[in-house]
Antibody, heavy 120, light 112 residues
Framework: EVQLVESGGGLVQPGRSLRLSCAAS????????MHWVRQAPGKGLEWVSG????????GYADSVKGRFTISRDSAKKSLYLQMNSLKNEDTALYYC?????????????WGQGTPVTVSS | QSALTQPASVSGSPGQSITISCTGT?????????VSWFQQHPGNVPKLIIY???DRPSGVSSRFSGSKSANTAYLTISGLQAEDEADYYC????????????FGSGTKVTVL
């Protein structure tokens, strides 16, 4: 069974940093693209960042480009999101999601999310 | 990266068919077939129900179907059921040298 468990969220002041983690199990982590998607309270889905199975193809939403960095560790079967210079508008539930296969970025499994609150 | 445009709400009676539109541009939906649709019930995680414009993942009801014309993608729900009441999001991605991914604005489906 595919499992994605996010961690690392919490309350942080504007301008500070936070690192999210996503522990993957139940599938060959090295063979799948991965994403971070967020959802602010009462709002829609917003794609944050994604990374290909081999880390060659990476992308970021304009709203986080230059502040967030996505990475993956095959040995630990984990996905990470380093978030710097956080802003109030980064407050959201952050989901980790896996792509359908090595060549498809469609997110077919999602974790339960980890909440991030940016506030002074 | 501009969000794809969806109607804020669509409603229908049980048994009816409804269609949700997802409008992009000639640079995204008009060119690429990497369109997907997600269903999200309140308090739940999103669920992939359509990918590559019209394909359904295993286990997804055949009442859900997808299509595309020019710069607009469509999700049709046939035989509307109470359990279909949820938020629906379209999305598209391109992955040449850099990954671009965008969701639609979301549509609330109400079963009358």
């Amino acid at each position: 069974e595919v499992q994605l468990v996010e961690s690392g969220g919490g309350l942080v002041q504007p301008g500070r940093s936070l690192r999210l983690s996503c522990a993957a199990s139940g599938f060959p982590f090295d063979d799948y693209a991965m994403h971070w998607v967020r959802q602010a309270p009462g709002k829609g889905l917003e794609w944050v960042s994604g990374i290909s199975w081999n880390s060659i193809i990476v992308g970021y939403a304009d709203s986080v480009k230059g502040r967030f960095t996505i990475s993956r560790d095959s040995a630990k079967k984990s996905l990470y999101l380093q978030m710097n210079s956080l802003k109030n508008e980064d407050t959201a539930l952050y989901y980790c999601a896996k792509g359908m296969n090595r060549w498809s970025f469609h997110p077919d499994h999602w974790g339960q999310g980890t909440p991030v609150t940016v506030s002074s | 990266q501009s969000a794809l445009t969806q109607p804020a709400s669509v409603s229908g009676s049980p048994g009816q068919s409804i269609t949700i539109s997802c409008t992009g541009t000639s640079s995204d939906i008009g060119t690429y077939n990497d369109v997907s649709w997600f269903q999200q019930h309140p308090g739940n995680v999103p669920k992939l129900i359509i990918y590559d414009v019209s394909d359904r993942p295993s286990g997804v009801s055949s009442r859900f179907s997808g299509s595309k014309s020019a710069n607009t993608a469509y999700l049709t729900i046939s035989g509307l059921q109470a359990e279909d009441e949820a938020d629906y999001y379209c999305s598209i991605y391109t992955s040449r040298n850099t990954l671009f991914y965008v969701f639609g604005s979301g549509t609330k489906v109400t079963v009358l």
